[in-house]
């Protein structure tokens, strides 16, 4: 079987469009198409079915990207290395969430920059995350939730403690009523029903996800404010806007300065866990020497 068959084969896979995978592969979509109705009349069986939106893989292209990617991966890897020095005169393409990217990941990975490592980061959402990904625009993804299928493989990173916040303003002003709910969780969101909301998005996943763990509740109000940066939330929440659920480690110096307090400190926080990302087979060089060194320098966080 061709190789460059095969190729062709995964990258329309992975990119779940003729003409995306054309661009990718540097190819036209009509010898994108040649090459993937060859490669079905040579496996006697079709691989995808055309949509209007791109293609949709059969249960045979399933089992075949699950078989050929790894090792189409791997030599590609080999094809495409100019020397034995190639970890430290490789780009690593990073995908991430932006604000632990910024905080976390990015200056952890200054050793590896300063020794020669170049870094393009990204930021998106887990699903673009994957789809990037799995089109190879990325090399490695870090994100708050697994993949599906067989193609990505996820590793625990690290725990990300929730903290329920507010400027201390809000805090005095609810004293009294937090004093006299703070060992009945479900006073305690009563209380908290006249404070405003700051929110990464309208469906309120932070905050929904607290009220759900820690008081075993709903969240029945809209947000007063909605900022996509948990780093300009933790903003608005210094200058009084309201209350937010943030990661400790993003609000741990404005919690020691006293610019906010916890509302609430649960016998047992809520924590919601990273995962580093990237497709399946053997990693290159850099890509394997990066995922280890991230891995190490999670112990810390």
């Known amino acids: ?13 992975r990119a779940g469009s003729l003409t995306r995978a054309a661009s990718l592969l540097g190819l036209s979509q009509p010898a994108v198409t040649g090459q993937i109705r060859s490669l079905e009349r040579q496996l006697g069986r079709p691989l995808f079915i055309r949509g209007a939106r791109g293609v949709t893989p059969t249960s045979a292209a399933d089992e075949l990207a699950h078989k050929a990617a790894p090792h189409i991966d791997a030599l590609l890897e080999i094809t ?7 970890i430290s005169r490789r780009t690593l393409h990073l995908g991430g969430p932006p604000e632990f990217t910024a905080l976390r990941v990015l200056p952890a990975l200054a050793p590896l920059t300063l020794d020669g ?3 393009r980061a990204t930021f998106g959402t887990a699903d673009e995350l994957f789809t990037g990904l799995s089109a190879s ?38 004293g009294t009523t937090l004093l006299r709910a703070s060992r009945a969780p ?25 009220w759900a763990t820690v008081f075993d509740a709903s969240v029945t109000a809209t947000a007063t404010v909605i900022a996509p940066d948990l780093r300009a939330v933790l903003a608005c929440v210094m200058a009084g806007s309201g209350l937010a659920v ?26 919601r866990t ?28």
């Open 137 to 174: 625009h990325y090399d490695l993804a870090i994100t708050t939730s697994q993949p599906r299928g067989r193609l990505l493989v996820a590793t625990p990173l690290c725990d990300e403690e929730h903290v329920l916040v507010a400027a201390p303003r809000w805090a005095a002003r609810l």
């Open 1 to 13: 079987m061709d190789l460059a068959l095969l190729r062709t084969f995964i990258a329309v896979y």
């Open 274 to 301: 990273y995962f580093l990302v990237m497709r399946t087979g053997s990693p290159a060089p850099h890509l394997a020497r990066t995922h280890d060194w991230l891995l190490r320098a999670a112990v810390d966080w």
């Open 80 to 86: 495409e290395s100019d020397g034995a020095d190639v």
């Open 186 to 210: 479900v006073a305690l969101h009563r209380a908290l029903e006249p404070v405003p909301i700051i929110e990464v998005h309208e469906s309120l996943p932070l905050v929904t996800s607290y």
């Open 117 to 119: 490592l170049a870094v």
């Open 246 to 271: 943030l990661p400790r480690y993003l609000c741990m110096e404005a919690l020691d300065k006293g610019e906010v307090v916890a509302l609430h400190e649960p016998p047992v926080p809520p924590l």
